[in-house]
């Protein structure tokens, strides 16, 4: 009963999972999560395979629950960790494995029952085989990483080093003293394959100076020194600038590095960091800088630009006078107070942008998008795009308090936006669209899902799939609807024409009875109903159809056709004082 309960809830949990995919607004992220932390569904599967060994016998061996529980742990720390290499999950995790297929062997001895049949021998020929096998093909992954140069040292060369690698603590070494050199003005730092961090900062002192502190993985502090005089920094000519390498001749030992390079102050010199094992950290900069097939990103206070390409792990950049261009990231960005052009490649995680003056251009998949405070409110930027979201899918996007023109390209993600200051174009597929207080023309193409705005300050074109509400529209006002109803509705007097056109859904209409108007109305399957306003002279008026004006044969026409379904025009009582007439 147990094993079947346990079985019922994973089925459960995985069926939620699906339905969650489908239904909620932020599924993008929820893809994030559960790419991350899928493999606790391997570590639960095994489980109750051994559940289901130990109570009934079925299977008939903990073995295989032991190892998928034991790749599912495995999996989920290389996730954690940013590792995506199956060479280097092998190289590092592989005593995990042949602990797991020892214990499934003995586990399954020390449970024999009578009724199982003959006692199975734990390490059988065959058994030894597979842990030869398992032991070989760690320690080959291990000298593979090593000869690769890859930094990571993981070769664990004998049993007594598992003891250091399992149960050691992780000492921080720095027996060298920093490093001087000379540094001429444009010069070019090139950090490459560093086990570790990498941290540049600048300093009012004359010459640049460099730091390489180390961490250790031993038993004792004596042990850790005795492993650090064998790991240097070595910093070479190379060409206008420097080479960086971290040299760690022999060393067999888990380790990683800090490097740390001082420049001094207001010296222009560009940095470029290349494969680095950890965080790679930017501050109080001048100069153009590259950072590639790195961890954690992050650059505060540098003049320049910035180039960040395929990032491990999330990217922070805070206050940069100068371009930034951002590749294939797939973690979380931050990025604020951005004085220059914005260049995005964003494949999951978290986007945030606020205080920028852009422009901004954006490419994401399942990205959650969040754009705050972006242009520098010029006159000349109303009709320029300050931001440009070329494509998105599987996002949800949200803007608001953009100084300038905006576009947007989107397919199944939902929109949101607020307070545009320039002209906004949607292109969108499937989820909603939602916008608030558009001061520029609004033009919005939706496929598939509905379309809400309010405060429509400009003209506004639509032409949807769904349903579309309007709310305080001002500038002329078109609207198409092919399935869904149609909903407009304004306390202020009529400025232009306002057309609605829906093949099936309802129209329906609100606006002030004391404003002029003119009215043409034709349904072809429902009526047209009109309400509250008693001035209106009619020139034709039949149950499907009708035409007339109110106040003046010039006034702006309300243009409504549907095919399907009735039109209601009702009166929203006395006109509001505009806007504009309240600036005055």
């Not at 945030?352 to 242009?375: C, K, R, W, Y």
Request: glycine share 10%.
């Amino acid at each position: 009963m147990l094993k079947r309960l346990a079985t019922l809830l994973l089925g459960i949990g995985l069926i939620g999972l699906g339905v969650l995919f489908f239904v909620a607004p932020e599924r993008a992220f929820a893809v994030q999560v559960l790419m991350r932390f899928w493999p606790i569904f391997l570590i639960l599967a095994g489980i109750v395979r051994v559940a289901g060994y130990l109570i009934d016998r079925h299977p008939r061996s903990p073995l295989g629950g032991m190892m998928i529980a034991a790749i599912g742990g495995i999996l989920l720390s290389a996730n954690l960790l940013g590792h995506n290499s199956f060479i280097l999950i092998l190289g590092k995790y592989w005593f995990w494995i042949l602990l797991a297929f020892i214990a499934g062997r003995v586990l399954k001895q020390y449970t024999h029952r009578i009724e199982d049949g003959a006692r199975a021998n734990a390490f059988s020929p065959g058994a030894i085989a597979v842990m030869l096998l398992i032991v070989g093909s760690g320690l080959a992954a291990s000298f593979a990483i090593q000869r690769g140069q890859t930094g990571f040292n993981l070769r664990i060369g004998g049993f007594g080093d598992v003891g250091n690698y399992v149960f050691g603590n992780q000492l921080s070494i720095e027996d060298e003293p920093p490093q001087s050199f000379a540094i001429a003005s444009n010069s070019r730092l090139f950090i490459n394959n560093v086990n570790g961090d990498v941290e540049v900062n600048s300093a009012p002192q004359q010459q640049a100076t460099a730091r390489l502190i180390k961490h250790i993985r031993a038993t004792s502090e004596e042990e850790a020194r005795e492993i650090a005089k064998n790991i240097h920094l070595q910093i070479t000519p190379n060409g206008a600038g420097y080479q960086f390498n971290v040299a760690a001749e022999g060393v067999q030992q888990d380790f990683n590095v800090s490097v740390i390079v001082t420049l001094p102050q207001n010296l222009t010199a560009g940095v470029e960091i290349n494969n680095a094992h950890g965080a790679a950290k930017l501050t109080g900069l001048l100069g153009d800088h590259t950072i590639r097939d790195c961890e954690h990103v992050e650059i505060i206070r540098n003049t320049g630009r910035v180039t960040v390409e395929n990032p491990r792990g999330a990217v922070e950049l805070d206050q940069v006078q100068g371009q930034v261009s951002l590749t294939n990231s797939r973690r979380n960005v931050n990025l604020r107070a951005i004085n220059g052009a914005i260049t995005l490649d964003v494949r999951g995680g978290k986007v945030n942008l606020d205080q920028s003056s852009g422009p901004v251009q954006l490419q994401a998949v399942d990205t959650q998008i969040e754009i705050d405070n972006v242009g520098d409110g010029a006159p000349a930027l109303a009709n320029q795009r300050v931001v440009n979201i070329q494509q998105a899918r599987n996002s949800r996007i949200r803007i608001q308090e953009i100084h300038g023109a905006v576009a947007i390209n989107a397919e199944r993600s939902r929109i949101e936006a607020e307070e545009i200051n320039g002209d906004f174009t949607i292109n969108a597929s499937s989820e909603r669209v939602k916008v608030n207080r558009i001061n520029g023309a609004l033009r919005i193409r939706s496929d598939g899902g509905a379309v809400e705005i309010e405060e429509a300050r400009g003209a506004t074109a639509i032409d949807a799939t769904r349903d579309v509400t309007i709310k305080n529209f001002r500038g002329p006002l078109n609207v198409t609807s092919r399935q869904g109803a149609i909903s407009l509705e304004t306390s202020e007097k009529l400025s232009a024409d306002v057309k609605a056109i829906s093949d099936r859904g309802r129209i329906r209409v609100s606006i002030p009875e004391d404003g002029g108007f003119r009215l043409d109305a034709n349904t072809g399957a429902g009526r047209v109903k009109v309400r509250g306003f008693d001035g209106i002279v009619w020139s034709r008026e039949e149950r499907s159809y009708a035409a007339g004006y109110n106040i003046s044969e010039s006034a702006p026409l309300v243009f409504l056709r549907s095919s399907g379904s009735e039109i209601q025009l009702q009166s929203s009582g006395l006109a509001m004082a505009s806007r504009d007439d309240n600036d005055e």
